[in-house]
């Protein structure tokens, strides 16, 4: 661990998202303990349902944030309740059975659309004219105002990355509002001649499939809920059903599963096969690691002191990789740093920010890391940060906590964040097999050029929140003290607490605590107890193979913190 003075380390941001709300909104926390507490399918039914209503405009993702908890409280204004983001039991009946009216008035089935090579959760009734296209298939409402047409192009007419810089591009009678570009999807969104649109497109094996549905603007309140929801219920007919999703005829009580956000930062693809790069303290304490748009992934290895971790994808897919520069970073030089910061406001897009190196090395003069003045928020953790020529300098890692530095020591340094090294970054990857240097570009990238270079390797990397936590206790060493005779039953402390959880189950009725370590692990503690009940416990629970042998006593003077798991 990196070794800083007390204050300054307290003043030290990790640049990760947790899942604590940005401000201290009692109801909004209360929503989102409610919303965690169903299970998976639960929470996407809920959003979905929400969605049918017009409530909710994101995808069913069983992920709680801002859209959610507003989507709930909308819900409760709209039948004349008080808005607290919480459902009592009345209110989720006449919001399942509202829902429900909508999806059986609209129609919704499962096509198998074979000239698309997409299957669909589409509104039949809505859209019942049904007709041939060059590209697939179209459907269309009786009116004529919303149109939605399957797509499947071959790679050998057009790549995937041409064909998303065509549909994302303006003209004289189109406009782009929105678009995003990953691995296996692209999603674009805007108007055209007066009519708004949304496109879906998946790269799927030799070919791109998805759809497009486009509506008049005086069918906005459909159109635009019919678009969220087959993109949250469709996929490409060559994948087959994903994991959680019923291959039967759907309806609102099979929506897929997906895993619950409790933190979120950023890595990049430095390998084939899935093998990214993100910090060791956006994965640290995840029982569930997600790769947005990529699905699961495992920790490969992490390293607390470098504060680096390589994953990889459960399901390897293609994607394109970063390329790491060792040389020396430069005072002065260009850089452009790509993540996914603040997402709980931000939505997940990407977000690039541009500056220089301010300083070849970190706080305190740590050699592993340089300053920039780029702008690094939390949830920047683990990103890229580009030269002017594409390769990763650096990892985005940490920031000064203004408030924390004003009162610590009566001033503020703004716009000063802080990476590890390129070198430090290649030395640590040096085990794995790495793409070859790529020919010197003959001038340096823009910008844009850079940031588009970069979104199709950056990735947001999500933690399951069941088992994250965040330090509630100020940094004291001492604040746990105990009155004179107690103890506490300490369980051998782990980097990752996703360990714990099934000691802490072992140990009920027994109350239980997580806390962090002077060392930077986390640990199990109950109690406390008086020193005999204590021992006695100890004794008896060692006698399990589920308690780790080296479990003691302690009056927890080497403790920070406690840890709040909510």
């Not at 897009?349 to 928020?377: D, P």
């Not at 929140?465 to 604040?479: E, I, N, R, T, Y």
């Not at 503690?525 to 399990?544: C, F, I």
């Amino acid at each position: 661990m990196f070794r800083l003075t007390r204050i300054l380390r307290a003043a030290l941001i990790c640049t990760f998202v947790a899942a604590a709300p940005l401000t201290a909104r009692a109801d909004f926390a209360d929503s989102q303990r409610w919303f965690n507490s169903m299970t998976e399918e639960d929470r996407s039914l809920l959003q979905s349902q929400l969605m049918l209503l017009g409530h909710y405009q994101s995808l069913a993702d069983s992920t709680f944030g801002n859209f959610t908890y507003r989507a709930i409280q909308s819900f409760q204004s709209s039948i004349g309740d008080s808005p607290t983001g919480v459902l009592t039991p009345r209110q989720k009946d006449a919001l399942g059975g509202a829902a429900n009216d909508v999806f059986r008035d609209l129609g919704f089935d499962i096509v198998e659309d074979t000239r698309g090579n997409m299957v669909l959760l589409l509104p039949l009734h809505l859209l019942p004219s049904v007709s041939e296209t060059r590209r697939g298939t179209a459907y269309t409402s009786a009116d004529g105002s919303i149109r939605l047409e399957t797509i499947r192009k071959p790679f050998s007419e057009e790549g995937y990355e041409s064909l998303y810089r065509s549909l994302s591009a303006s003209g004289a009678d189109r406009s782009i509002t929105y678009q995003v570009l990953n691995a296996d999807k692209f999603v674009v969104s805007g108007t055209r001649r007066g009519k708004v649109f949304y496109i879906l497109i998946n790269h799927t094996p030799g070919e791109s499939a998805g759809f497009s549905i486009e509506w008049d603007r005086t069918r906005n309140e459909v159109g635009s809920m019919v678009a969220t929801f087959m993109a949250s219920y469709s996929y490409p007919l060559a994948f087959g059903a994903p994991e959680g999703r019923s291959a039967g005829s759907p309806d609102p009580v099979t929506p897929q599963p997906e895993i619950s956000q409790g933190s979120s930062g950023t890595g990049f693809f430095v390998a084939d096969r899935g093998v990214l790069v993100t910090n060791h303290h956006v994965i640290d304490g995840c029982s569930v690691i997600d790769v947005i748009g990529y699905g699961p992934a495992r920790v490969v290895t992490s390293d607390e002191d470098v504060d680096l971790a390589v994953l990889q994808l459960r399901t390897p897919r293609t994607h394109s990789v970063a390329e790491i520069r060792a040389e020396p970073v430069q005072l002065g030089e260009t850089v452009v740093a790509l993540g996914f910061p603040l997402s709980s406001i931000l939505n997940s897009s990407l977000n690039v920010g541009t500056g220089i190196v301010s300083s070849e090395t970190g706080l305190m003069g740590e050699n592993r890391w340089f300053t920039t003045n780029v702008g690094i928020q939390p949830g920047n953790s683990g990103g890229p940060i580009l030269d002017d020529m594409g390769r990763v300098l650096g990892v985005a890692v940490a920031k000064i906590d203004d408030e924390a530095l004003l009162a610590s020591m009566g001033t503020t340094a703004p716009n000063i964040g802080f990476a590890i090294k390129g070198s430090v970054v290649a030395e640590y990857l040096s085990i794995f097999r790495l793409p070859k240097p790529s020919p010197v570009p003959p001038k340096p990238f823009s910008a844009r050029e850079l940031a588009d270079k970069g979104r199709n390797f950056t990735v947001q990397v999500i933690c399951d929140a069941q088992q994250s936590a965040v330090v509630s206790a100020p940094a004291d060493v001492a604040s746990p003290a105990l009155p004179s005779g107690y103890r506490w039953v300490v369980f051998a402390s782990a980097r990752n607490i996703g360990n714990l959880p099934d000691l802490s189950r072992f140990l009920a009725p027994h109350e239980t605590r997580i806390v962090l370590s002077e060392n930077g692990n986390y640990g199990l503690v109950a109690g406390p107890y008086t020193e005999v009940v204590a021992a006695s416990l100890l004794t008896d629970w060692k006698r399990s193979p589920s308690v780790p042998s080296d479990a003691y006593l302690s009056s927890g003077n080497r403790f920070i913190g406690f840890i709040d798991p909510h």
